[in-house]
């Protein structure tokens, strides 16, 4: 079975430094796809980023960009500029192959601290 | 991004009574949509997959008759919690794939007095 591991419960960054969030997984597979979804106290889960397995290039959403490190199966979330609203539960999500219908693999989350 | 909503967002039920949690996807369809369980400050718990048109795939532990799933169409699936007890009190999500990702909805808080 697959399995996420998100090593860091909390974090903390200054406000409009960079903070780098960690993510290992563990998969057989060779298509999967990779997520960061952010959880403020709203709870609302909101999607940040998607990374391709087959894609070497990092993916990159205005100031979250991704370091995917497939053969040390790492995929960490990088935050530049953090804002006082980047402050949230942020989970590192695993799915197998390419269908969206797949379930979800999360990690048990990293908390986010946004010091102004 | 798909939009997901769910209803209500905040439930109060005295043990022994039914609820039932309402999923939608508003602007696509999802022919599979997932439940998830989280409690506070811990991840989410897949709880089953709810498939339309056949029956809802529950994940080990989860008792089946009491989490009562519905598909009934391509925009809407149901969580009914038969028989609540204070147990049961938690966070209860839904997803919807769509566009290579999945979609959550806003989440709904149970409360059994």
């Known amino acids: 079975a697959q399995t996420v591991t998100q090593s860091q419960p909390e974090m903390s960054v200054q406000e409009a430094e960079t903070v780098t969030l960690s993510c290992t997984y563990d998969?057989?597979?060779?298509?999967?796809?990779l997520f960061w979804y952010k959880q403020p106290p709203s709870r609302q889960m909101i999607l940040v980023i998607r990374?391709?397995?087959?894609?070497?290039q990092n993916a990159t959403e205005n100031r979250f960009s991704v370091n995917f490190q497939k053969a040390a199966k790492s995929f960490s979330l990088k935050i530049s500029d953090s804002q006082l609203g980047d402050a949230a539960m942020y989970f590192c999500a695993y799915r197998d192959g390419d269908n969206a219908g797949n379930m979800l693999t999360f990690g048990g989350g990293t908390r986010l601290m946004v010091k102004p | 991004g798909a939009v997901v909503s769910q209803h209500p967002s905040w439930v109060i039920c005295k043990s022994g009574t039914s609820v039932k949690i309402e999923c939608r996807s508003l602007d696509f369809q999802a022919t599979t949509m997932f439940w998830y369980r989280q409690f506070p400050k811990q991840s989410l718990m897949l709880m089953a997959t709810s498939n339309e048109g056949s029956k809802a795939t529950y994940e080990q532990g989860v008792e089946k008759d009491k989490f009562l799933i519905n598909h009934a169409s391509l925009t809407l699936s149901t969580l009914t919690v038969t028989s609540a007890h204070p147990e049961d009190s938690s966070f209860y999500i839904c997803?919807?794939?769509?566009?290579?990702?999945?979609?959550f909805g806003p989440g709904t808080r149970l409360t059994v007095l």
């Open positions: 990374q391709e397995a087959y894609k070497q």
């Open positions: 997803s919807a794939p769509d566009t290579g990702a999945q979609y």
């Open positions: 998969t057989s597979e060779s298509d999967y796809y």
